[in-house]
């Protein structure tokens, strides 16, 4: 079986990084993608590095009808963008990952106080499933629609599910330090993520609020059973790829720092994406870095009784494209590491 | 009036960062400076951007004897080494900036457990001090030794000593998420810092315990008036310079963005180099680079309670050097900022 | 005395670093700043590492009326927007600095050729001097109009001046491979220069032909008395600041490498900006960072007779900003390195 | 079948790409490891991206005695300690791809020349076969012992070997301007290659002659049919992976740019890792990254006559590991391509 898909904005970095592994996932064939700014153009003209891989010229948006019969798209598109394309895919029997924020939350109420524009398709935001596997792996197989998870809540919700699914901590005070490499900005032209305005430079930002947010709290909510909040504060590092999170929570139970790591690792350990580390040992972006892992370590601080939980991954793989075709592999039933099995790129 | 200064341990980066200063202080003779590892070769050779600075040979420790009447003496040696060579400089009437953490602790039994090791001057630690001019500027001028703060303690300090001062904040739910340059860590070869081991790469390190806890803790509680202890987790940025502090604090009153800015503008208004940011602009570590200056934003998340505070400082200068020259002006009756005025580098 | 300027143009990055270095010069005031973009905001919106200079509201161009007397104007625009403006500006009887590549050329038949535009002000291409105040000190202090030269050229004719001039090398086969950081290529949104795509990604960029090649041709060969064309490939690095041009020669002697030194030494020999390094130790570009210095190494290559020179400056500086001051220094008859005396930022 | 092979070396940079190449290859047994450092430690402690891998434990050289039957060794020591370990392995049945530089010149008396000691297997120099293969892929096949080319030499060879074959270029002007990333510096301390050091600190290095010359002209001779001679000056980058070659060459004809680029298209038209780019693209590091291929660029000056050829690699894989799983797989009957699949990695 092959499965044919499409990559609707696909010379962004989501885009290009979606195209890196399905070139080489061996079963798959890339039938559209599409691109405002290329169209017209080879896929190479946009990503060099891909110079090589089965020729592709990039589509407006809206030219699907003389394209074959598709499987799967993947929407790589800025959110409102994609919730204008998705109810169309959905209703000629293509199903989606939608790689933006439009179809995470699953109210609509609360889409409108985050991204200050109505939702466009209500009615899909209940049956949409969010696509962290290893929270809603038994979803994925036969849902129409994936709504995959943005960068920051990947990183955190790895970090935090055993924990809040235990019981473990006060959900009350949750509070998340987080750092993304500049490719978390996107590719489109700003003076802010100039290579020159980031060496060295930098900086926390968003301190007020960050739209990932609800996002997070809508899923650790469900883990709590209990209405939660967090205290999020994401930072921009002058590197290209990354997300660390360093999670500082409060345990509502006294226990050593073995037990709080067997904790994490009962939950993982058949995981193939999600590796608890060795006491003593702490993740680094650079050791996720163009892979589908997530590298976890955890302590407990016994003077002042915090515990902090520390994860990484690679913002463009387990954070957005190496995730979609994880949830690709899960709803067509093949292996999950299908097209995801080779190892960071270190240094 | 012109200074006679001694550097010890000069060829690390914050002794080249004196030198860099010094050279254009202009009221100041470098007399002598020491490094084991450069001993009887020019500074330049360790140092290729002071070529064309007056020509200074490196010596060994200990060689003061032939020196010419020396008034102040920079110890920018690394711990444990600094506590043996001070006490002989004060007994020769040299005044002494020590840049290491050997004095910086008023308790020489602290000092025992967080360095490892026994004190080998108790009987200087009540005297020295704390050399942050912001909060002990009346007690330097007379002082014989000065114990300039560590990097990570003076970026957390000046962020929250106006509201622990002030009594706004819960002096026991601190909790800092500080980010530093690899500077920090030091010019000896080691693997963990070279440059393909740090791009990309970064991580949370010490997150059991970082030795400027202490110290952290020693000035907060005389500021607070009550014990504090604090979660420090520290981080390193793949950037050369900076330091930036994520202050997460618990308010004990209930007060708008703009009173918190109020109150740590007011704290400040005639510091020289601590600037209070307008709303909405948050600082960066490249804002700062090459310069004494700290920037400091606050705001107030009213979902969730929290109080953020973000400083930012160059590592080598705030941090170190340049808060050395600032102690020393002030040891000598100079103008605080002399010798500091250069604006920072960016990009 | 102290000389009323203008910066046409200070929210590049070469506007900024005016601000930065004039703001310490003491004896200027800045009276005047344009930015398109900033217009009407202070100036610390487009530099925050500014913030605290004296407070500079930018203007659009064109508003010079009811500006007290100038002396001078920095004129740091992009190439043909600068020649719109200077004939106004000499008009006024101020006298000009200019950045940009519009009076480099003393040929307008060569700007048509490499900039693909007539040349709006011909007529003033004869009286402005090329500031390169190591060839051309003493046309400086009388110029109406000085030309500041482009980042590649100064760093190529520095290395090149002592051997064309001394006839020491074959003129016919020179061959320069340059490399510079990325604020060379402007502030402005370009999403080849966003930090995600220049990371790690050295490359050589118009290999066909670079429009500071006539530049350095002109004065090649003046100092040569003979028409010289040289093969010019330019590279862009991943760092915010330097150039470093590797020169490849044909002597036309056969001289031991401490000779080939000796020259080079002895032409500088009275320069404040320019060292000649000693044997075995070769340019850095951290090694001149925020500095106006200019490091040159040499050596012979006895096995295939290749002669290289190897220079680095900061392109923002001793390339644009700083050379600028002093040309300013010079025509107004202060010290050339009044404002010019910070050394370099290392690390 | 599977091979079973052996990793000499395996926690410096190039033995931690064997270990994430050989780890997805699919035909391959990684049956030993060693390291002196980390003898007797699992090989995650050296490479913390490779947790997940097989479990390997570090043994010491000279352990080889329990290990089961090895079809390959791969070496990855430094040059000397090579040379001491080859003859054994040789000895034992056991086939090796050396990727020091002990075996690459078929001339003792060079090797003495350029390395400053003596060889110690000289009788096995003229049996070592020189794996690029690109040009020596017939020898490959029956090779008891291949010398895996040096990274600087990889990328020049590829990029001049079309021309030299087909006698296009002068070859007694061949001048190479050649920058490195870090990685090819090794893993071991050293102040010169910490992260401050580096960062934005571009720089020429062995000016008067580094290593790899030798290696080049050895091959150049071979394909031009007489003796070569070649100017090479290395750089540094400040990036961790990557080599890009500028080649400066005096072309013996008069032809267009679209003839020198047919020229090499055709050379490597059949060649899976070689990419001669479409007229007006450039190759660049980040486009190569974590790839085995090379792209190539080229064009004609036709002002000065001088013939501009770039090509880049990724140094820790075609210009060493990954060439030397592709000997490996050309050893054995392999698909060249095997386990060297994956696009490069971007940004």
């Known amino acids: 079986m092959t499965l044919s898909v499409a990559i609707l904005g696909a010379t962004g970095y989501t885009g290009g990084e979606l195209v890196r592994l399905l070139s080489r996932h061996g079963g ?3 039938a559209h993608v599409t691109s405002e700014r290329y169209a017209g153009q080879p896929l190479r003209h946009a990503f060099p590095h891909l110079t090589g891989t089965p020729e592709l010229i990039c589509q407006p948006l809206g030219g699907l009808d003389g394209v074959e019969s598709l499987d799967v798209a993947f929407c790589a598109l800025p959110h409102v963008a994609s919730m204008r394309e ?8 293509v199903r989606v990952i939608d790689l933006s924020a439009d179809f995470r939350l699953h109210n609509a109420e609360t889409y409108r106080e985050w991204y200050g524009t109505d939702h466009l398709a209500p009615g899909l935001l209940a049956e949409a499933v969010y696509g962290l596997p290893e929270l809603h792996r038994t979803e994925i197989p036969t849902a129409r ?3 995959n998870p943005g ?4 990183s955190v919700l790895l970090a935090l599910a055993p924990l809040l699914k235990g019981d473990w901590i006060d959900p009350s005070a949750i509070l998340i ?7 978390g900005a996107g590719r ?3 003076q802010e993520i100039l290579f020159a305005e980031v060496e060295g430079g930098f900086r926390a930002y968003k301190v007020e609020g960050h739209r990932h947010t609800p996002e997070m709290e809508q899923e650790l909510s469900l883990l709590a059973g209990v209405e939660v909040r967090i205290r999020f504060v994401p930072h921009l590092l002058p590197q290209s790829r990354g997300i660390l999170s360093t999670c500082h929570l409060r345990p509502r139970v006294v226990r050593s720092q073995a037990e709080w790591r067997e904790t994490l ?3 993982y350990r058949d995981e193939p994406f999600v590796q608890v580390l060795e006491p003593g040992r702490w993740p680094a972006t650079n050791h996720v870095r163009g892979s589908n892992l997530c590298h976890i370590g955890v302590t407990i601080d016994t003077r002042t009784g915090w515990l902090t939980v520390v994860s990484v991954i690679d913002n463009l793989v387990k954070g957005a494209a190496g995730q979609a075709v994880q949830n690709m592999n899960r709803m067509f039933g093949l292996e999950e590491q299908t097209g995801l099995e080779q190892w960071p790129l270190f240094p």
């Open 28 to 30: 798959v064939h890339i």
């Open 265 to 267: 690792w009962h939950f």
């Open 151 to 154: 960068c920051y809540p990947t």
């Open 145 to 147: 629609l994936v709504a």
């Open 188 to 190: 489109s032209a700003n």
């Open 86 to 93: 998705v109810p169309g895919l959905l209703e000629r029997g």
């Open 177 to 183: 330090d987080s750092k993304s490499g500049v490719s």
